[in-house]
């Protein structure tokens, strides 16, 4: 349906000598970060690039901001609605009819879709329906969970007063000790998986992420170790850092002592104990004089409200009000970095937030049983904090904060990804076919023989 497009973007493409069109999916404020880098790649080359917005985050906070910061001009939305249900069904039918009227123009489509969102799954199923296939970016992710054995050993260490804060860190980084098969996190596992068959080209961000597309048994030629863009993306939040007005509204925060606290997943908001657990060792932070920003998303404000947890919130900004600040998200992607450039640890439930702390060197405390980026906990930048015991997540992160160890591993995500990324898809991309192969081309077969 071609009035999902604006009026500049049809005339673009109607008008374009290009064959291919590479069409580029944000939805979230981690798509938007991650896959601004591959936009901007792609227009500097002067391809025909289609930026589509599924509207899943409309808030300026979660798009808005970030769409001026990148200089980002969204060409189609899809204006979904509803729960997720009905949410990932929008997406691939009005996805579908997106793909139509650019095939109907004489276009090969290529859309890019970015890790383990509902938008990667459902614009992947859309795509698979029409013979179209998708470049994967951030491909591959799976959790790697600490064994029952490791988890029982040190939590009895703990309660027996013997818990030793470096022999858990250095135990994350032994294979032997992480388990696959997590269900975990929800729906993003499930997500990751479907988003791979539909896909004729894997951007994988690390060895390890290859490994595990290989033997799931993908074609190792469609299968490309590139780094991760947000890499390009926190380079260039660094670089407008001069611009980020944060340390005027919290001047608390260039002390560099505080603890950036983050509680959103639905795996945590939606269980009582997981939530409570966290929220406590939290309240316990700083209580016992330590500072925490805590940023605040959708979720855990609902989350908050139901576990009757608000009167406790509000108790602590009124009572520490210099060494607890409790913001909702910042629009700007530049004044996060910034701000987390000088924090002491973070402490999250984020999937890119590891990523990010490990590029900027600051300790990351990850506040889940397991991690879909365990190349994090191999390198020794990240540790798990399952919620289980607000105290043990309180000594995890205690251990972390400041730790040289943990901030000197050095960025494992590489630079100048976007333009890996685009060399991969461009040098594997038909004309007609785009990324979508048959047999007979997958085996090089000639079918007249």
Not at 120 to 143: D, F, P, Q, W
Not at 165 to 181: C, F, I, K, T, V
Not at 200 to 209: D, I, K, N, S, W
Request: charged content about 25%.
């Amino acid at each position: 349906m071609s009035q999902h497009y604006t009026d500049q973007a049809k005339a673009r493409i109607t008008s374009s000598d290009k064959k291919i069109a590479h069409v580029i999916l944000i939805a979230t404020k981690p798509d938007i970060i991650k896959q601004a880098p591959l936009y901007l790649e792609l227009k500097a080359r002067g391809e025909l690039v289609i930026l589509c917005h599924t509207d899943q985050h409309y808030d300026f906070r979660y798009s808005g901001g970030m769409e001026e910061e990148f200089g980002l001009e969204v060409d189609v939305r899809l204006a979904i609605t509803g729960d997720l249900t009905s949410k990932v069904a929008q997406m691939i039918e009005r996805f579908g009819e997106v793909l139509q009227y650019l095939i109907d123009c004489g276009k090969t489509p290529i859309p890019y879709i970015h890790g383990d969102t509902s938008t990667a799954m459902a614009i992947g199923v859309g795509s698979y329906l029409k013979n179209v296939a998708c470049a994967h970016v951030e491909a591959g992710i799976r959790t790697l969970t600490p064994t029952k054995a490791m988890y029982d050993k040190f939590y009895a260490e703990f309660k027996n007063g013997s818990f030793d804060w470096q022999s858990y860190y250095l135990a994350h980084q032994q294979p032997e000790n992480l388990d696959r098969g997590s269900m975990e996190p929800n729906p993003e596992q499930f997500n990751t998986r479907i988003a791979e068959p539909a896909s004729g080209y894997h951007a994988a961000p690390v060895e390890l992420v290859r490994g595990f597309l290989l033997d799931e048994g993908y074609d190792p030629s469609t299968v490309e170790v590139v780094g991760n863009t947000v890499g390009d993306a926190t380079k260039f939040a660094i670089a407008e850092s001069d611009q980020s007005t944060i340390f005027e509204k919290y001047p608390q925060l260039t002390s560099g002592e505080f603890i950036r606290f983050c509680i959103h997943r639905r795996e945590n908001t939606s269980d009582k104990q997981r939530f409570t657990v966290l929220f406590d060792a939290m309240e316990k932070l700083v209580k016992t004089g330590h500072s925490v920003l805590l940023i605040s998303l959708f979720g855990t404000e609902q989350a908050i409200d139901q576990y009757k947890l608000r009167s406790r919130l509000e108790t602590l900004v009124a009572t520490y009000p210099d060494t607890f600040i409790y913001s909702d998200v910042w629009p700007y992607y530049r004044d996060v970095i910034a701000a987390m450039r000088k924090c002491a640890a973070v402490a999250t439930d984020s999937g890119s937030m590891q990523e990010e702390m490990n590029i900027i060197g600051i300790p990351c405390v990850t506040l889940r049983f397991g991690t879909d980026r365990g190349e994090t906990l191999l390198a020794g930048c990240n540790i798990q904090a399952p919620p289980i015991d607000s105290d043990f997540v309180v000594a995890i992160i205690k251990g972390a904060i400041h730790n040289p160890q943990m901030a000197q591993v050095g960025n494992i995500y590489g630079t100048d990804v976007s333009k890996r990324i685009v060399d991969g898809v461009l040098a594997r991309a038909d004309s007609e076919r785009g990324l979508f192969y048959t047999e007979e081309m997958r085996l090089r077969l000639d079918p007249g023989v």
